[in-house]
């Protein structure tokens, strides 16, 4: 921006991550001086926001012409006003239409009513029952249904109790679109806080039953992606797990309760708590918006042998582990290895997974203790360190927990075999003989000597005793196979390989006759 060709005002290099402000003594365009600390400048972050409305929407709903729903009457307020502006237009028919569907599946509950309710203006606890009851459990839904009858709607209420449509529209604005500081409330609400105030039991209370729900609702709509929670982890176990690692986030006070504050501040930190929420009200709900799709909670499973396999995994901890990864090797998991299947060999173990890209290790000892590792590249067999700054430890029994570098030294990985001179095993963190996590060459034995903290990793000791016996070992490759990968990549034409000279030729008139040859995607018609 500003300026010219090598001496811009602002500049961000195709080559992401480099840029530069060549503006001395002024940009000739905007008249501003170097914006940089360095006049040649290393990104830290780019950020680029749209601002009004996108340019489809704009000549077919300009701002501030929102008509309300008639049936909310003239005394609709001005917070509901506020909250329905974030929906796109063909968005706002159905947040609007939400109190009629749902009262309209609840009708035969309708005629049983009590009489000081006045019908068709409020939603009872019922109606959720009828929509919400074949997915999740009742608590969730008297959950679900008081954090509903908290929203202040800005207008008087229905006598009598219940759940007018002004608040309707406010509790799914908030839940589906809103901000940390919106979702505190309801979720103080959701959690029984009295007086505007929790404890970290109830927040915990409340997260078992929003995560066992999220589980039922994936199971229901059949959206395991290949998983088979009959062949996998005590899920049971898992939901307690997942829900004591978020609410550990949680900073109370010195009294050990939680206001809306400290909500507020949780919620901001903790994204998972909202992704959650959204999913639980998009689908319990069945609000459907186009522009905002449920959240895809578990990775791809491919090819997993279930009828042989009994594996360590559980949906829950899937949920945990699948956003702790690098973007790229979210989508897909193939098991590698498992010593229910392959047996106790650590040379199958490595030669199966040797070469096979990104890795994540699990390791249950004998005494239940269930912990592991990220690798972050394909295994290779060397005398020394390899691996760099993503690959992680984790535990997962008895406490799920993430454990990144420290920086304070690069011992990420060690892979050796056959050695004579150098330990042969497998080891994460810490140095030889002081592994944070340690499988030894002689199959079935293995430590964690971390006291009291790994120097790679910060991890604490996470087997059960420091010197283990190994019970179960798994290895998950993450992400595409790297032949995949290499197919994957090679399908890029030469016409892009050098998109910036491609620019060039384009700015200066020149035709681009080989653009005709491009040959297609393979999912193109």
Known sequence: MGGQHGYFGLWLDYDFGRGHSRARPRCTTYGSPQLSGDKDFTV????????????????????????????????????????????????????????????????????????????GKVLLLEALKVTMGKMVSDMMIRRVFEGMCSV??????????????????????????????????????????????????????????????????????????????????????????????LSSELKPSAQNTCDVACLEDWLFRVSGVATFLELLIGEGLEVGLTSCPSPILLPQCRDAPWSELRCLLDLPLLMFLSPQLPAGYRAHWRLLFSTNIHGESFTRLVGNCKSGGPTVLLVKDTKGYIFGGFVSHSWEIKPQFQGDSRCFLFSVFPSMRIFTSTGYNQHYVYLNQGQQTMPNGLGMGGQHGYFGLWLDYDFGRGHSRARPRCTTYGSPQLSGDEDFAVDTVEVWGVGLPPEEQEQDESKRSILDVDPEVQAIMEMTGKTLYSQGLREPDDDEG
Do not use: Y
């Open 44 to 119: 830290d972050t780019v950020e680029v926001w749209g601002v009004g409305l996108p340019p489809e929407e704009k000549e077919h709903f300009p701002p501030l012409c929102f008509r309300p729903h008639r049936a909310m009457g003239n005394a609709e307020s001005a917070v509901v006003h506020k909250r329905l502006v974030r929906f796109r237009p063909h968005e706002r028919p159905v947040i609007e239409g939400a109190f009629d569907r749902l009262q309209s599946a609840s009708s035969s509950c309708s005629s049983a009513s009590s009489g000081n309710i006045p019908a």
């Open 152 to 245: 202040d709607p800005g207008v008087s209420l229905p006598p009598g109790g219940g759940v007018s449509r002004e608040q309707l529209v406010i509790f799914l604005a908030d839940t589906l679109r809103g901000t940390a500081e919106e979702r505190a409330p309801v979720v103080m609400a959701m959690a029984h806080g009295t007086k505007g105030t929790a404890s970290p039991d109830q927040i915990r209370g409340f997260l078992e039953d929003l995560i066992a729900a999220v589980v039922q609702i994936l199971t229901h709509r059949g959206r395991l992606r290949g998983w088979r929670p009959d062949r996998m982890g005590d899920g049971d176990q898992g939901v307690k797990l997942l829900a004591e690692q």
